[in-house]
């Protein structure tokens, strides 16, 4: 009998977990500060991710010539020389992937220089939770027998 309860209690859970807007992963935004090297041929790093609603601030250094970021989707731009860093800053409030790419025309990798931002809610953790408590139901159950 306990154990059944266990095992309602963690299904339960889990599906709260997977429906409940509340408990969506959406956690209270925050101020993300990265810092971006551009170089000949890449950003460092090209991918970024920040929850939705962040505050984001990105410092772009140059380590050769001068470059630009540019933020698809959201239409901000920082341009950097070496020695004197550019920033820009946004909040992300909306989802989704969006690319990043160099503004300034600084040699023949230039077209290369590309990265991501993904704005998301962490879905993927709150799958995983909903799984595991899901898994856990399912033990419980098996335990039980
Ligand atoms: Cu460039």
Same mark, same amino acid.
């Given at each position: 009998?306990?154990?059944?309860?266990?095992?309602?209690?963690?299904?339960?859970?889990? @599906? &709260? $977990?997977?429906?409940?807007?509340?408990?969506?992963?959406?956690?209270?935004?925050?101020? /993300?500060? $990265? #810092? *971006?090297? &551009? +170089?000949?041929?890449?950003?460092?790093?090209?991918? @970024?991710?920040?929850?939705?609603?962040?505050? $984001?601030? @990105?410092?772009? *250094?140059? #380590?050769?010539? @001068?470059?630009?970021?540019? =933020?698809?989707?959201?239409?901000?731009?920082?341009?950097?020389?070496?020695?004197?860093?550019?920033?820009? +800053?946004? =909040?992300?409030?909306?989802?989704?992937?969006? /690319?990043? /790419?160099?503004?300034? #025309?600084?040699?023949?990798?230039?077209?290369?220089?590309?990265?991501?931002? #993904?704005?998301?809610?962490?879905?993927?953790? /709150?799958?995983?939770? &909903?799984?595991?408590?899901?898994?856990? +139901?399912?033990? $419980?159950?098996?335990?039980?027998?």
């Amino acid at each position: 009998m306990r154990f059944r309860v266990w095992s309602l209690a963690f299904g339960l859970a889990g @599906i &709260a $977990v997977w429906f409940a807007p509340g408990l969506r992963g959406s956690p209270p935004p925050h101020d /993300r500060h $990265v #810092t *971006v090297e &551009a +170089s000949a041929d890449a950003f460092r790093p090209a991918r @970024i991710r920040v929850g939705k609603g962040d505050r $984001v601030t @990105i410092d772009l *250094v140059a #380590t050769d010539v @001068i470059h630009g970021l540019y =933020v698809d989707g959201y239409g901000v731009a920082a341009t950097a020389e070496p020695g004197r860093p550019g920033r820009l +800053s946004f =909040v992300a409030d909306r989802e989704g992937t969006f /690319r990043l /790419r160099c503004s300034v #025309t600084c040699g023949p990798l230039h077209p290369f220089i590309v990265g991501t931002l #993904t704005v998301g809610e962490g879905r993927l953790a /709150r799958g995983a939770l &909903a799984l595991l408590l899901f898994a856990a +139901s399912g033990a $419980v159950w098996a335990v039980r027998r």
